[in-house]
């Protein structure tokens, strides 16, 4: 038996099993399970309230008996396609967790994984293809929110643009990463964003029905913040951002030109002035 240096897990490494979890020492929301094991043993990770997610690696081959029983937040968990068996009682009393993610690509394996799960969680898989394309648009949108409350200057943008030459011309959905995204507005939004319903399918309506939904969290938040802190109001998502990957290469193209224009104009400034300063002497 193998305690880690934390003494919050519990490992046979024999056996290669997960036996317990201290969870009074989890303070984690995504716990991802250690490579190299084959078992989550029965009760393993049992009334752990601060989880929403949990990652399987590659490898696992069995769930026991109520091993994540009474994670009253679990909403969320990724199962590799190494699987064999997973017990009915594995998830009782999860009663939030509806989004299991197969991380698989074959759809024989997909459903055979889906048929070890209790029949009250089937409805409830989604492939790993639409998992990233929902996050992807949550990502995306986001980081606009971020970016469209935030006092950002023209020097900033030169910044971003410098460090990442290969940016589009619309910067504001990749400029969200490099400000303080954990507000307490973003957290709000986070959480509007994270309770909607996912996508049916991958097919490119719904995912753009999902993606209009956010968009929709998203402008009335950006709107009721500038109204509140009496700023002046930040536009609203237009149709590209809310629908991005149209006419990148254009917009690209064009920030980048205008953005080495200024550059070029100040270092023409620039040389000029230092002539100048030569000619008095």
Not at 158 to 178: R, T
Request: some cysteine; aromatic content about 6%.
């Amino acid at each position: 038996m193998c305690l880690d240096e934390n003494k919050s897990i519990w490992i046979d490494e024999k056996e290669k099993k997960l036996v317990a979890v201290n969870s009074k020492k989890i303070k984690c929301a995504v716990f991802k399970i250690e490579e190299g094991l084959e078992i989550i043993g029965q009760g393993a990770i049992v009334r752990c309230p601060s989880l929403r997610t949990i990652i399987i690696p590659t490898g696992m081959k069995k769930i026991d008996s109520r091993a994540f029983a009474f994670c009253k937040n679990l909403k969320l968990i990724v199962l590799p396609e190494s699987l064999k068996k997973i017990h009915s009682e594995a998830f009782k009393g999860c009663d939030k967790l509806t989004r299991i993610i197969i991380d698989s690509d074959n759809d024989i394996e997909r459903q055979r994984i889906k048929n070890l799960l209790p029949e009250n969680l089937r409805d409830k898989v989604y492939t790993q293809s639409c998992y990233k394309q929902i996050t992807d648009i949550q990502m995306d949108l986001l980081g606009l929110f971020s970016a469209k409350t935030a006092k950002i200057t023209e020097n900033s943008l030169n910044e971003l643009v410098i460090h990442h030459p290969s940016i589009y011309a619309d910067v504001l959905q990749v400029v969200g990463s490099f400000l303080k995204w954990e507000t307490p507005d973003y957290k709000r939004i986070k959480q509007e964003i994270e309770s909607l319903d996912w996508p049916k399918d991958e097919s490119k309506s719904e995912l753009r029905k999902y993606r209009g939904r956010v968009a929709k969290i998203v402008n009335e938040s950006i709107k009721r913040i500038t109204k509140d802190t009496n700023n002046e109001p930040a536009s609203s998502l237009n149709a590209k951002e809310e629908n991005r990957g149209e006419n990148q290469a254009t917009n690209k193209s064009a920030y980048q030109s205008s953005f080495f224009t200024k550059q070029q104009n100040k270092s023409q400034s620039g040389s000029d002035e230092k002539s100048h300063k030569r000619h008095q002497f």
